[in-house]
């Protein structure tokens, strides 16, 4: 059973630069079939893709955040990380990391319970 | 950018009961359609892959259904674990997008 953990500080000032790391335990780190992705959830709100890795390095980004997003991958580790620069009030979120199924339009079967970063000077 | 509305956004139900939950998508989507579990305080949970596939593990009152631009979600006989906001998600273009959830609460 794969199992995702979140770390990174919970507080972070504006302008300055969001970083979380999710360490995953089980045996599917380096499986090709998975795309290792992170999604927010602000407070009270939906969800929103923030973008992916796959396991060769190939990343994808949502389109209102691929100018400040940058997403890497820790093979030996077992990690991947997500770097969010010049924050905002509006980044204060839950950020979940999860595992995607590689295949075409695959759901997202595993997720980290998640760590509420606030931005906030 | 595939836009996805749930409706109801809110559903106050009585034990047993049977509740559907719909989700549209702006464009076809074919039957690239996933559905979730939220309870207070954790993670989304995955139910329903591909519109109608359980997900390991996940109660056989959980069912869903559709194709194309509608999709339906079922609990059949509501429990009181059930309280959760229900999100859909479409996997069929990117970005990957979310319904705007919806709230199950009992009565």
């Known amino acids: 059973q794969v199992q995702l953990q979140e770390s990174g500080p919970g507080l972070v000032k504006p302008s300055e630069t969001l970083s979380l790391t999710c360490t995953v335990s089980?045996?599917?780190?380096?499986?090709?079939?998975?795309?290792w992705t992170w999604v927010r959830q602000p407070a009270g709100k939906g969800l929103e893709w923030i973008g992916r890795?796959?396991?060769?390095?190939?990343?994808k980004y949502n389109a209102s955040l691929e100018s400040r997003v940058t997403i890497s991958l820790d093979i030996s580790r077992r990690q991947f990380s997500l770097k969010l620069s010049s924050v905002t009030a509006a980044d204060t979120a839950v950020y979940f990391c999860?595992?995607?199924?590689?295949?075409?339009?695959?759901?997202?079967?595993?997720w980290g319970q998640g760590t509420l970063v606030t931005v906030s000077s | 950018e595939i836009v996805l509305t749930q409706s109801p956004d809110f559903l106050s139900v009585t034990p047993q009961e049977k509740v559907t939950i719909t989700c549209r998508a702006s464009?076809?989507?074919?039957?690239?359609l996933h559905w979730y579990q939220q309870k207070a305080g954790q993670s989304p949970k995955l139910l329903i892959k591909?519109?109608?596939q359980p997900f390991s593990g996940v109660p056989s009152r959980f069912s869903g259904s559709g194709s194309g631009t509608y999709f339906t979600l079922t609990i059949n006989r509501l429990e009181p674990e059930d309280v959760a906001t229900y999100y859909c998600?479409?996997?069929?273009?990117?970005?990957?997008?979310f319904g705007g959830g919806t709230r199950v609460e009992i009565k």
């Open positions: 999860a595992r995607e199924a590689g295949t075409v339009a695959g759901s997202i079967g595993y």
């Open positions: 089980g045996d599917s780190f380096g499986s090709p079939k998975y795309y």
């Open positions: 890795i796959s396991n060769g390095g190939t990343t």
């Open positions: 464009q076809n989507i074919g039957y690239d």
């Open positions: 591909f519109a109608a």
């Open positions: 998600h479409q996997g069929y273009a990117l970005p990957i997008t």
